[in-house]
């Protein structure tokens, strides 16, 4: 067997001449990583005429013969695609009631092809077409933390909260669907157009969602996958990414431990601010010296009535008010007015 693709063969040359079978199969254009190790597990593949149903078997390409459905495996040229998906048509390979797919866009001529990743089948926009299973599973894993942008547009006109709900995260039945970002683009009349960017792709997790904070989605397009923007192909259509793209989607996909770390730094100054904003104690970092407030001395007075007593009911004792600490002074109240003589007079005639 000959013509192993390159980044196989530099694998091959770091682990002793030998390859993982389902790393081999992707990398020769049989389809993603999991769809040959569906492969594999269903016996279609076979080494030196034994059939292999266990993952992680290494096999040596070039001394060793290896067949899938009893054809020998022969390794493709890599092609790469990007493709503008309308609505209706599936990313999937194998339809039971025959609906339109993404590749029969393309002539049969093109030889094996699968698209990188998926979109619902009422979504539209960019999603990548190739041959190259290895480069496909660093684009698609969540691993490898890809992200993607969507414009959406929406009934209503969300809210700043609950523009920060989607970011935050819900939990959903299939686990916990997030934003990595949301952007108010537009609004048209009682509707808006938002940017999304997610790295993980669950299924419609995007509709999901919407529909979980009272929003329904009225379109949903793709315009970014990684590196790559949409541009130059019109719906339905199709072209073959330059020689700059695909080096710059093979860069892309190898530096997603630089990108996992990165996020891993953004987590904690998210979760600082949510903490300064909600009024909670921040971290040491985000803290700052308070300036001193100028010590004041509180004044304290007895507050009499016109009886003679405090508020308290007990008998003031005015002599020991006046030598008590300094902090302590008499009221600046004016002392309550005398009874009128005729008053007093009336009040003796009822007591006798």
Not at 112 to 130: H, Q, W
Not at 176 to 182: G, L, M
Request: charged letters at 30%; a positive charge.
């Amino acid at each position: 067997m000959t013509g192993l693709p390159e980044m196989a063969q530099s694998d091959k040359e770091s682990s002793g001449g030998l390859v993982r079978l389902q790393v081999l199969l992707a990398r020769c254009g049989l389809g993603s990583r999991r769809h040959c190790e569906e492969l594999i597990r269903d016996g279609r593949v076979s080494v030196d005429g034994e059939p292999v149903t266990e993952q992680g078997q290494r096999v040596d390409p070039d001394r060793q013969r290896v067949e899938v459905d009893f054809e020998p495996l022969r390794p493709d040229r890599h092609a790469y695609y990007m493709v503008n998906k309308p609505k209706g048509v599936l990313c999937t390979n194998a339809d039971p009631d025959g609906r339109k797919r993404v590749i029969d866009l393309f002539p049969a001529s093109a030889g094996r092809l699968f698209p990188i990743g998926r979109l619902d089948e009422n979504s539209l926009g960019l999603i990548l077409v190739t041959n190259d299973g290895e480069l496909s599973h660093r684009l698609a894993h969540p691993k490898f933390r890809v992200p993607k942008v969507y414009h959406v547009h929406v009934a209503g006109v969300p809210n700043p909260e609950t523009l920060k709900k989607l970011q935050d995260g819900m939990y959903f039945s299939d686990g916990r669907f997030k934003a990595d970002r949301v952007k108010k683009l537009k609004t048209r009349g009682k509707s808006t157009i938002l940017e999304m960017t997610l790295s993980e792709g669950r299924n419609r997790e995007i509709r999901r969602l919407l529909a979980r904070v009272g929003h329904k989605v009225m379109k949903l397009e793709r315009v970014q996958f990684g590196p790559l923007k949409l541009r130059g192909v019109a719906a339905g259509q199709y072209r073959a990414l330059t020689s700059a793209e695909i080096k710059l989607l093979h860069d892309y996909s190898s530096g997603w431990k630089d990108r996992a770390a990165q996020q891993r730094k953004k987590k904690p100054q998210a979760a600082q601010k949510r903490e300064t904003n909600s009024g909670e104690t921040p971290t040491p970092a985000a803290r700052h010296k308070p300036v001193s407030a100028p010590k004041r001395i509180v004044e304290i007075s007895p507050l009499a009535t016109s009886s003679g007593h405090d508020l308290t009911g007990r008998t003031r004792n005015t002599s020991r008010a006046k030598s008590t600490h300094p902090a302590i002074v008499q009221s600046s109240r004016p002392s309550p007015a005398k009874p009128h003589p005729r008053k007093k007079a009336a009040r003796k005639k009822r007591k006798n």
